[in-house]
């Protein structure tokens, strides 16, 4: 359905319970806002202590475009071998 079709339909409405859509379609767009915030930071550190560590690919490389190219000659060798990504 698209928004058009949906606009005719709520034109079809009383202007009482147009207005009661309007007010709950704007009351959706506050939660979104409210639903985005980041936490505290407490909260931040709470949740990456939670979490298992994880292992960095080429860890050697501090550059981070000799770390780019050393992954695209790894993606075109698995590429050029056949291998699944998923291996």
Known sequence: MTV???????KALSVEERKELAKLLIDTLDSDVENRQSGT?????????AIDPIEFVDPHLDDPVEWVKAQ???RADRLRLGLDEAE
Do not use: F, P, S, W
Not at 42 to 47: E, F, G, P, S, T
């Open 41 to 49: 930071g407490a909260d931040i550190v709470a949740m990456l202590r």
């Open 4 to 10: 058009a079709e949906i606009l005719h339909q709520a």
């Open 72 to 74: 695209r000659r790894k």
